[in-house]
């Protein structure tokens, strides 16, 4: 199976900054029809998964701009220009190129 | 709304079965793929199995295959696993989620799961 390898595991955040979190994959993502399936999710405490960004940087409906991402291959970035209260949780991406779809350990992310 | 709402999950002695349902409502049920996705207990998140839009292509992670059985009812817009030689290591939130899609009983994860239900507890101890 891709291992997803994400960094840092633990991500406390002034409010109003920025916030970076890592993904590695143990392979490319790149498949057959060129696209790449890299996708993340975010889990606020008590609640489901919700995807925020499908093929690398493609976000979900209702997702705010603050939220993007980056990357290529095995080495991709979720970015978070300006943490509000509301996006503490616990991220994770996942690659959906190679079967079985497989995520990342996931960065909890909190407020300083 | 879009909606998944999971039921049947419960505390089963090792060995033992259970059954989970997952009933989705706001959105045309047979044009996907769908999956089950868990959580163990302060845990990440593990693809568990899939199905295509029609049930006649299914998936398994190595970790459940042979003991799962994932189906799906499209007259009910209902989705299910049936779960048997359960192990301490099932013991999960499981959720039930839109996407995937299986192909020669290969499942392609691709965009990934959306939406996901609130997921049901399975708790297997003795």
């Known amino acids: 199976d891709v291992v997803m390898t994400q960094s840092p595991l633990s991500l406390p955040v002034t409010l109003g900054q920025p916030a970076s979190i890592s993904c590695r994959s143990s392979?490319?993502?790149?498949?057959?029809?060129?696209?790449?399936?890299l996708n993340w999710f975010q889990q606020r405490p008590g609640q489901s998964p919700r995807r925020l960004i499908y093929?690398?940087?493609n976000r979900d409906s209702g997702v705010p701009d603050r939220f993007s991402g980056s990357g290529s291959g095995t080495d991709f970035t979720l970015k978070i220009s300006r943490v509000e209260a509301e996006d503490v949780g616990v991220y994770y991406c996942m690659q959906g190129t190679h079967w079985p779809g497989t995520f990342g350990q996931g960065t909890k992310v909190e407020i300083k | 709304e879009l909606q998944l709402v999971e039921s049947g999950g419960g505390v089963v002695r090792p060995g033992g079965s259970l059954r989970l349902s997952c009933e989705a409502s706001g959105f045309t049920f047979d044009d996907y793929g769908m999956s089950w996705v868990r959580q163990a207990p302060g845990k990440g998140l593990e693809w568990v199995s899939g199905?295509?839009?029609?049930?006649?292509?299914?998936g398994y992670a190595d970790s459940v295959k042979g003991r799962f059985t994932i189906s799906r009812d499209n007259a009910k817009n209902s989705l299910y696993l049936q779960m048997n030689s359960l192990r301490a290591e099932d013991t999960a939130l499981y959720h039930c989620a839109r996407g995937g899609d299986c192909t020669n009983n290969i499942c392609f994860s691709g965009v990934g799961f959306d939406p996901w239900g609130q997921g049901t507890l399975v708790t297997v101890s003795s």
């Open positions: 392979q490319s993502l790149v498949y057959s029809d060129g696209n790449t399936y």
């Open positions: 093929k690398i940087s």
């Open positions: 199905i295509n839009w029609n049930g006649d292509s299914t």
